[in-house]
């Protein structure tokens, strides 16, 4: 089966021009002068929008046990509803059960992935456990195309590493070509600031943000990054979300170390005074790091242009607000954190575009091809060019629409955007080759979605 799209404007990281783009089976065949002749079984006219190559979500959470819940996502209706927004390579994180092995926690992510998944998706691993077996396991888990691990400097007694398990797993990075990436806040700190306001009484959702402040976030960053300078080990810092963070994101790279991060649509758009919400409707906003004070935002969007902040990812890890968000009425540290976000990503990014702070070519480096890059998918994805996967997205830049719980299609029952009138929006995705949405409507199925195995980082950016 081939396709040709015809009188679109091709967006590539690098640069934007006029071309007809061929997709023959699953990959890119060719890029035409736009108007040329050409034999295909299908032609669609995408005159006035953009073909860019199709999103990479490098941070959600599926069907993730958190909290004593899970998320809300399954591979399944999550990796739908990344389609439906542009999305057509997740990311997900496997997550070590203290006590097991980090390849019975692969083998336990792929039962739930495989054959489930309507587009392509990889894994990194959260390595909760560090022990001799799993700093050994990390060799199996990159021979089997999963070589980027997370490590938390918060929640002590679940996830927490101390500095020299920390220590212990980058050494290894730096020994394997493996990336580290870092949930950065000081979690011991936090743990006494949160004991004490429940003392006093104090258990809305707002102090979730409130015992969490952004100094331990900064503080933590910079620890994280003096333990993978000792270590010569390359860092990449997940979900950033304060200027104090990025300071010292920004001050590392000025001295030429291997420091990268990402923030979230969240932390560009939303702020402290969403989790302070009447009622319990702050709920809806907790997830860690927390929203911050909106005075914020404009630093993360200086770190987009500058590239102190290379990719946008999602930290999709929904949890419905009748029933699991409630766990935390009266005590916030019992609201499972996290905020849904996967089917939105593309067009939030897209409002950064349309409001002048990034380029569209940055908007798809940001959105494609850097965690392409980063996390040794490129090539392959992440850019719009022959031998590519056929991961292509026709995009609307004039369409407006508003974001909405009631026509998104997250298996969450809140949208964190809710109300917000967008430019902007996914009109057909191919995901390697196959139309997967067209028309307004959703043409994919279950299983088309493969695991992409993926090669050890070049470091590219
Ligand atoms: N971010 C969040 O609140 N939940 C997901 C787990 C994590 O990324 O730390
Ligand atoms: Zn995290
Ligand atoms: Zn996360």
Known sequence: MSTLIRNGLVINATGSHAADVLIDGEHIAALVTTGFEVQADEVID??????????????????????????????????????????????????QPKGSSL???????????????????????????????????????IAAGVNSFKMFMAYPGVFYATDGEILRAMQKARETGATIMMHAENGIAIDQLVAQALASGLGDPVQHGLTRPPELEGEATSRAIQLAKVTGSPLYIVH????????AVTAARDTGQNVFAETCPQYLYLSLEDLARPGFEGAKYVASPP????????????????????????????????????????????????????????????????KGEITRERWVEIVSTTPARMFGMYPRKGVIAPGADADVV?????????????????????????????????????????????????????????????????YLV
């Open 291 to 354: 929203l911050r004070p909106k005075e914020h935002q404009s630093s993360l969007w200086r770190g987009l242009r500058t590239n102190d902040l290379s990719v946008v990812s999602t930290d999709h890890c929904p949890f419905c607000f009748k029933d699991q968000k409630q766990l935390g009425v009266g005590d916030f540290s019992k609201i499972p954190n996290g905020m849904p976000g996967v089917e939105h990503r593309v067009d939030l990014l897209h409002q950064g575009v349309v």
């Open 394 to 458: 026709i995009y609307d830049p004039k369409a407006s629409q508003t974001i909405s719980a009631e026509t998104h299609h997250m298996a969450v029952d809140y949208s964190a955007y809710e109300g917000f009138e967008v430019t902007g929006k996914v009109d057909t995705v191919f995901s390697r080759g196959r139309k997967v949405i067209a028309d307004g409507a959703y043409h994919g199925s279950t299983g088309h979605g493969r695991f992409v195995s993926r090669d050890l980082n070049q």
């Open 240 to 247: 950033l979300s304060a200027s104090q963070a990025l300071d």
């Open 103 to 141: 390849l019975s926690t692969l083998d336990r992510w792929h039962s739930k992935a495989d054959g489930n998944c309507a587009v392509d998706y990889g894994f990194h691993m959260i390595i909760s456990d560090v022990t001799d077996e799993s700093l050994k396991e990390m060799d199996s888990c």
């Open 46 to 95: 995408a005159a006035g929008k953009y073909v860019i190559p199709g999103g990479i979500d490098a941070h959600t959470h599926m069907e993730m046990p958190f909290g004593g819940t899970q998320s809300a996502d399954t591979f399944e209706t999550g990796t739908t509803a990344a389609a439906w927004g542009g999305t057509t390579t997740i990311v997900d994180f496997a997550v």
